[in-house]
């Protein structure tokens, strides 16, 4: 049974930082592109970034680019997204999943519907 459990939300204040992980299970995390998504209240869920299953290339949405990196240990089976400089613009639930359609993110966006597999999110809460 594949699963993905994001952990690392919490309340921080504008300019703060946060690490959000990822643990996957159930899967060979080595074969899949993994992409972090957020859903604020009312929204649709959106691509935040994505890094690719072998060359570790990665996408990053306009909205995060230079504030957010994420990074993967496939030894580990997790993955990992690192926010610094946080905006209340940024505040959602977060969630993970993995593209079961490609290996590889494509540079200028994240379709949803080619990932699989949601976690159940963990919230990240930005005051201002």
């Known amino acids: 049974q594949v699963r993905f459990v994001e952990s690392g939300g919490d309340l921080v204040q504008t300019g703060g930082s946060l690490r959000l992980s990822c643990a996957a299970s159930g899967l060979t995390l080595d074969d899949y592109a993994i992409g972090w998504f957020r859903q604020a209240p009312g929204k649709e869920r959106e691509g935040v970034s994505g890094i690719s299953a072998s060359d570790l290339s990665t996408y990053y949405a306009d909205s995060v680019k230079g504030r957010f990196t994420i990074s993967r240990d496939n030894v580990k089976k997790t993955v990992y997204l690192q926010m610094n400089s946080l905006k209340p613009e940024d505040t959602g639930v977060y969630y993970c999943?993995?593209?079961?359609?490609?290996?590889?993110?494509?540079?200028?966006?994240?379709?949803?519907?080619?990932?699989?597999?949601w976690g159940q999110g963990t919230q990240v809460t930005v005051s201002s």
């Open positions: 999943a993995a593209n079961t359609m490609r290996r590889r993110v494509p540079a200028g966006t994240m379709w949803l519907h080619e990932y699989d597999y």
